[in-house]
Every structure is written in C-alpha cells, then in structure tokens.
C-alpha cells in the first residue's frame, strides 16, 4: 500500500477504525474513532505496544461502556490493520531533507565541498566519530554503540533529534570511500545495513556516503521506500553533502 497524502491517510484510517468498531459492535463514544486516530497518526504507532500507548493516552467512557479492555481494542486494530498502517501513519508530509537535519549546509558551496571531499574520503572511523561530535552538538540523544567489528566500524548509529518540533528518530549507515572495492555504491553494498537499520523501527535512516552512488541506487532507495509504505524513510546523503556537512562544522 503506497503512502498517502495526510488528509487522506488520516480519513482513510477513521473509516478503518469505524469499520473495525462496526463489525465488533462497539459504541463510538466521546469522538473517540478521532481521538484514536490522531493518536496513532501523531504517535506513528505500527506495533501493538504503541497502539496500547495510543488508547491509554485517552480518556474516555469508550471501554466501559462496551464492555471491552484496551487489550481487546489493541489487538482487533493491529490483527485488521497491522500491514497498512505504516502507509497511514508515515504519511508524504513525513519527508523531510538533508538541509532541515542539517541546515548549516547551506553556509557552504558545492564549490568549496568539491575542493575538501578527499578530505573526508580516508578513514571511516574517522567519519563516524566526526558525525558524532556533530550530532552532540545538537543535542541529538545518541544511543551507545555496540561492539562493531573491525569491518563495519562506520555501521549503526542510532539517535534522536528535533526536527520540525518533533522529536525524531534516525538510524544512521556511514559508508567510507573504502568500504566497497567498486568505483561507485549501489543497493547490493547498503542492502543488508538498511535491514539491520530497520530493525529499531527509526522514522528515518540516514545512508551517509563519502563514495558516489550508481544512477540506479537512489531509485533502488525509493523502490524500497515504496515497498515498506513509507516514503521518505532511507535518506542517501551523497559526497559533496557530506563534505558540506563537515566543512560547516568545522572539519
């Protein structure tokens, strides 16, 4: 199921939940239908723990009146709605760009990014720590690191940051310029890290490269966005963006 546009991703997820209470005979009191899916839609709920978050955020005469548990909500809406909630919940308005993460970017041309790049083209560890700091620097909450194997030293970072006045979660794959003996990255270089990333659901994942992309993978990138119903979700920044976001750190 493709993501939607937030209006119709919002009105397509009511009707669901009206459908859902409609077949379970269950009373929609207090606009409880709205208040849920603006909760799950706000929360970014997929998981049944985060749907349970979602109901017990709201007071409500809904439970006992219908004779039903949270639980029991819970589940009904997870079994019903469980695949395509993503595509409401991770809606098209989710997109964002590598200047509102990094706005400081823009403080630096292309052209001078192109003179630093083999700056930044050495060490992976290098990169990785030099993000680090950068991240720190905007009171990104970072989580800590688990022992990485020599080969994938510039692996998972994960963290939390303000963007858009909401707190937001990214995952973030760096790829040094040695990390693949190919002239250029492609799918098949990133594809197992991005699996990997994903398994702590973040709202994004950032794919940090000090190496050139094939044409191919930045469509690669959007197929797979397509296909877990959340556009946006993998976001390549390329070389000269990277080199950019150094400079403009001070590196």
Known sequence: MPTLPEPEARAQLLSRILDIFHSNDWNDLDDFSIRLTTELMARQATTIGSIEQSLNAISTT?????????NEVATALFDTLGDNLPAYVYTTSDRITVSEIFPEIDETSDIEAEKRLRDFQGSERL????????????????????????????DIEEFLINIKDKKTSFTVVVKGYKSTGKSKLTWEDIAHQV????????DHILIVSAKE????LITSIEEYN??????GCVIFIPPLDMARIMISNGF
């Open 62 to 70: 809904f439970y006992r009146n219908n004779h039903v548990s949270t």
């Open 127 to 154: 990169l990785q720590d030099n993000l680090r700091k950068i991240l720190r620097r905007k009171k990104a909450t970072l989580a800590k690191r688990s022992g990485d194997s020599v080969k994938e030293v510039g």
């Open 195 to 202: 699996t990997k990333a994903r398994r702590a659901n973040p």
């Open 213 to 216: 992309p094939v044409d191919e």
């Open 226 to 231: 397509i296909d877990i119903g959340r556009l």
